[in-house]
């Protein structure tokens, strides 16, 4: 059976981009006027051409992400079990060979995370781990899943991609949703930044959302890493990939993230620079093109920004989240995978939320629905 | 030239026009406005002829090297009857082709989605090229790419009342996600409803009622060919859109950016 690679081998980097760089202000207005959109309008709508659109883009995006998700804001949490990782990715904190002290999570203090966030008001958390198959392997994974299980209705993760009997595994034992990101469809520069270990396979990664939508899995979750590669060709494959996914895989949700480089330690400066203006005209066209899809935003943006695209497309966001393992109730000093920015606490984002007539939303789905309702 | 072709199973067809041989007040009129249409994809109601008999009235008006026939199961009431019908057309006809018909209903002629999706899934199991008629229901479409049928039909209103395209919104997600070939059947009573579901995307139109009953089914045979070309070429060619009046005055939500 055939998989994204395949669509993607159809497509060149540089004539993308020129593609893409070439649109003019008709066609972003042709784009604005539509009610259907193409990946050709998604094209005109991330152009540079699209720039002295902005305000109508959040006009018609704030108004579509209303009619369909309504005045509300899912709230989910990360949970960082291991910071162990045989990767090196340039751009992270917890690449192979950055010193740092690792950890990984024991029952137990997974359990006394969960405490924390359970009192925090979450029912929605995100597991994430680094890449270290002994330590953190499938067995791991399941272990904590069924561990918390009882605890939340809605359990992600965010971690090294599996194999699909693996996702199977997981998914009948109460996973609901798997975030995995590309970081850059560019294959050269994938290499380069993923220079060692299993992730530095491209395609493997990259057919990873092919092997969760054959394991039946609920939602996917996509996005690019802003910085490694110019953001409009890495979010036109993405969009690329939303595509081919929705129409190959129908019965599953899917949620786009928008993960700009953040400092960390042993930090890469960004090759490319993602204005804030950027994001959200890159937020609106998505909501342009598709009404229905979930988009993320994370406590990597800061408070003003945060404050603000809560209104202009944005259906789901965290709230003072912690990128080290153990980091809200057991080692609050050890090494964070990247810095986060917005660092108010949960309380606080629920109240600016509600200032804004907006209604964070914990409990979204029914976690002993999962296994029930696998499908395949 | 025609750089446009649309393909099915193994077959490619210039024409994006399929017609029906039903109604028309006789075969050889039949044959001249089909002719005219240049349809290539002629559907036949396996019920209407008879196929021990080769020099049956309807079959032998179809000769022309240029038309594919289908086989249609239309008078079936169930799964079972429809694999059945179907096995007797393909023997009969020479064709794995088959428009998989299911109506138990004998007045409005709807399509039975739990039978049709049953019958599809035998009959590509045993070979068969599915034609499945259906109401405009996006998740039985994606069920019937997923039983491998090789396109889906769905319908635009009911059978036979020219109506048009009465379920424009459901057409519009059906062909939006299919990764199979969507042919609008039924309900198509107008030129000008053919090329408002070439222009919304279908891949094909399939006509009987409303070339067959006109008062001259060869002119209207034309009529609805030239109807698809054009709808077709301005979907090719990307509709502009309607503009609609807005002003605006300030940036209420994006002012933050500059501030
Ligand atoms: S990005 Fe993931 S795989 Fe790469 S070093 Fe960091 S934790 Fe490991």
């Given at each position: 059976?055939?998989?994204?690679k395949?669509?993607?081998?159809?497509?060149?980097?540089d004539?993308t981009?020129?593609?893409?760089?070439?649109?003019?202000?008709?066609d972003?207005?042709?784009?604005?006027?539509?009610?259907k959109?193409?990946?050709?309008?998604?094209?005109?709508?991330?152009?540079?051409?699209a720039?002295?659109f902005?305000?109508?883009?959040a006009?018609?995006?704030?108004?579509?992400?209303?009619?369909?998700?309504?005045?509300?804001?899912?709230?989910?949490?990360?949970?960082?079990?291991?910071?162990?990782?045989q990767?090196?990715?340039?751009?992270?904190?917890?690449s192979?060979?950055n010193?740092?002290p690792?950890?990984?999570?024991t029952?137990?203090?997974?359990?006394?995370?969960v405490?924390?966030?359970?009192?925090k008001?979450?029912?929605?958390?995100?597991?994430?781990?680094?890449?270290?198959?002994?330590?953190v392997?499938?067995?791991y994974?399941?272990?904590a899943?069924?561990?918390?299980?009882?605890?939340?209705?809605?359990?992600?993760?965010?971690?090294?991609?599996?194999?699909?009997e693996e996702?199977?595994l997981?998914?009948q034992?109460?996973?609901?949703?798997v975030?995995?990101?590309?970081?850059?469809?560019?294959?050269?520069?994938?290499?380069?930044h993923h220079?060692?270990?299993?992730?530095?396979?491209?395609?493997?990664?990259?057919?990873t959302?092919?092997?969760?939508?054959?394991?039946?899995?609920h939602?996917?979750?996509?996005?690019?890493?802003f910085g490694?590669?110019?953001?409009?060709?890495?979010?036109?494959?993405?969009?690329?990939?939303?595509?081919?996914?929705?129409?190959?895989?129908?019965?599953?949700?899917?949620?786009?993230?928008?993960?700009?480089?953040?400092?960390?330690?042993?930090?890469?400066?960004?090759?490319?620079?993602?204005?804030?203006?950027?994001?959200?005209q890159?937020?609106c066209?998505?909501?342009l093109?598709?009404e229905?899809?979930?988009l993320?935003?994370?406590?990597?943006?800061?408070e003003?920004?945060?404050?603000?695209?809560?209104?202009?497309?944005?259906?789901s966001?965290?709230?003072?989240?912690?990128t080290?393992?153990?980091?809200y109730?057991?080692?609050?000093?050890?090494?964070?995978?990247?810095?986060?920015?917005?660092?108010?606490s949960?309380?606080?984002?629920?109240?600016?939320?509600?200032?804004?007539?907006?209604?964070?939303?914990?409990?979204?789905?029914?976690?002993?629905?999962?296994?029930?309702?696998?499908?395949? | 030239?025609?750089?446009?072709?649309l393909?099915i199973?193994d077959?490619?067809?210039?024409?994006?026009?399929?017609?029906?041989?039903?109604?028309?007040?006789?075969?050889?009129?039949?044959?001249q406005?089909?002719?005219?249409?240049?349809?290539?994809?002629?559907?036949?109601?396996?019920?209407?002829v008879?196929?021990k008999?080769?020099?049956?009235?309807?079959?032998?008006?179809?000769?022309?090297?240029?038309i594919?026939?289908?086989?249609?199961t239309?008078?079936v009431?169930?799964?079972k009857?429809?694999?059945f019908?179907?096995?007797?057309?393909?023997?009969?006809?020479?064709?794995?082709?088959?428009?998989?018909?299911?109506h138990?209903?004998?007045?409005?002629?709807?399509?039975?989605?739990?039978?049709?999706?049953?019958?599809a899934?035998e009959?590509?199991?045993s070979?068969?090229?599915?034609?499945?008629?259906?109401h405009?229901?996006?998740?039985?479409?994606?069920?019937?790419?997923?039983?491998?049928?090789?396109?889906?039909?769905?319908l635009?209103?009911?059978?036979?009342t020219?109506?048009?395209?009465k379920?424009?919104?459901?057409l519009?997600?059906?062909?939006?996600?299919?990764?199979?070939?969507?042919?609008v059947?039924?309900?198509?009573?107008?030129?000008?409803?053919?090329?408002a579901?070439?222009?919304?995307?279908?891949?094909?139109v399939?006509?009987?009622?409303?070339?067959?009953?006109?008062?001259?089914?060869?002119?209207?045979?034309i009529?609805f060919?030239?109807?698809?070309?054009?709808?077709?070429?301005?979907?090719?060619?990307?509709?502009a859109?309607?503009?609609?009046k807005?002003?605006?005055?300030?940036?209420?939500?994006?002012?933050?950016?500059?501030e």
């Amino acid at each position: 059976m055939s998989s994204f690679k395949d669509v993607l081998n159809q497509y060149d980097w540089d004539k993308t981009m020129l593609s893409i760089l070439s649109k003019t202000e008709e066609d972003v207005k042709q784009a604005l006027h539509k009610n259907k959109r193409t990946l050709e309008d998604f094209k005109a709508l991330i152009s540079p051409a699209a720039k002295s659109f902005l305000e109508e883009m959040a006009q018609l995006s704030s108004r579509i992400t209303k009619k369909r998700f309504g005045n509300t804001m899912q709230m989910y949490a990360p949970m960082y079990l291991s910071n162990e990782c045989q990767n090196i990715c340039t751009y992270c904190g917890f690449s192979l060979t950055n010193k740092i002290p690792r950890r990984t999570l024991t029952d137990e203090e997974i359990l006394k995370e969960v405490a924390f966030l359970k009192a925090k008001g979450y029912d929605h958390v995100l597991l994430v781990t680094g890449e270290a198959n002994r330590t953190v392997g499938v067995d791991y994974l399941n272990n904590a899943i069924q561990l918390i299980r009882s605890q939340f209705s809605n359990i992600s993760i965010e971690v090294q991609p599996l194999d699909q009997e693996e996702y199977e595994l997981l998914i009948q034992n109460g996973l609901y949703a798997v975030l995995v990101y590309q970081e850059t469809y560019h294959r050269e520069e994938y290499k380069k930044h993923h220079p060692k270990g299993k992730k530095s396979n491209f395609d493997y990664r990259l057919e990873t959302p092919d092997r969760l939508g054959k394991a039946g899995v609920h939602k996917i979750g996509l996005g690019a890493l802003f910085g490694l590669e110019d953001w409009r060709a890495d979010s036109f494959f993405t969009a690329l990939h939303l595509k081919y996914l929705q129409k190959t895989y129908w019965k599953t949700k899917y949620s786009i993230s928008f993960p700009r480089l953040r400092p960390f330690s042993g930090g890469l400066e960004p090759k490319v620079e993602m204005t804030d203006p950027d994001l959200v005209q890159l937020i609106c066209a998505y909501r342009l093109l598709d009404e229905d899809v979930e988009l993320s935003i994370s406590t990597r943006e800061r408070e003003v920004f945060r404050d603000h695209i809560v209104q202009l497309g944005i259906t789901s966001m965290s709230a003072e989240s912690k990128t080290n393992p153990g980091g809200y109730t057991i080692d609050k000093q050890s090494l964070e995978q990247f810095e986060i920015s917005d660092e108010r606490s949960t309380e606080t984002i629920a109240e600016m939320l509600k200032n804004q007539y907006l209604e964070p939303v914990w409990k979204d789905w029914e976690n002993d629905w999962v296994s029930m309702t696998g499908f395949k | 030239m025609n750089n446009d072709i649309l393909k099915i199973a193994d077959k490619e067809f210039n024409s994006r026009l399929f017609t029906g041989t039903g109604k028309f007040s006789s075969s050889g009129l039949m044959e001249q406005a089909i002719n005219a249409s240049e349809s290539e994809l002629v559907t036949v109601a396996l019920k209407r002829v008879d196929v021990k008999d080769n020099q049956d009235d309807i079959l032998i008006h179809l000769k022309d090297a240029r038309i594919n026939l289908l086989p249609n199961t239309s008078g079936v009431r169930d799964a079972k009857e429809a694999v059945f019908a179907a096995q007797l057309a393909r023997e009969a006809l020479e064709t794995n082709w088959i428009k998989l018909e299911i109506h138990p209903d004998p007045k409005y002629l709807l399509p039975d989605p739990i039978e049709t999706l049953k019958a599809a899934e035998e009959l590509v199991k045993s070979g068969f090229v599915v034609m499945p008629y259906i109401h405009a229901d996006p998740v039985l479409c994606k069920r019937l790419e997923e039983v491998g049928t090789q396109c889906v039909m769905p319908l635009g209103a009911p059978i036979g009342t020219n109506k048009g395209l009465k379920t424009l919104d459901f057409l519009e997600i059906i062909i939006e996600q299919s990764n199979v070939p969507v042919v609008v059947d039924a309900g198509i009573g107008t030129p000008s409803h053919a090329a408002a579901a070439m222009e919304l995307g279908a891949d094909a139109v399939l006509v009987n009622t409303a070339i067959a009953v006109s008062q001259n089914p060869v002119a209207m045979g034309i009529a609805f060919k030239m109807a698809v070309e054009a709808g077709r070429m301005a979907y090719n060619a990307k509709l502009a859109p309607v503009q609609d009046k807005k002003a605006m005055a300030s940036s209420p939500l994006t002012n933050f950016l500059y501030e």
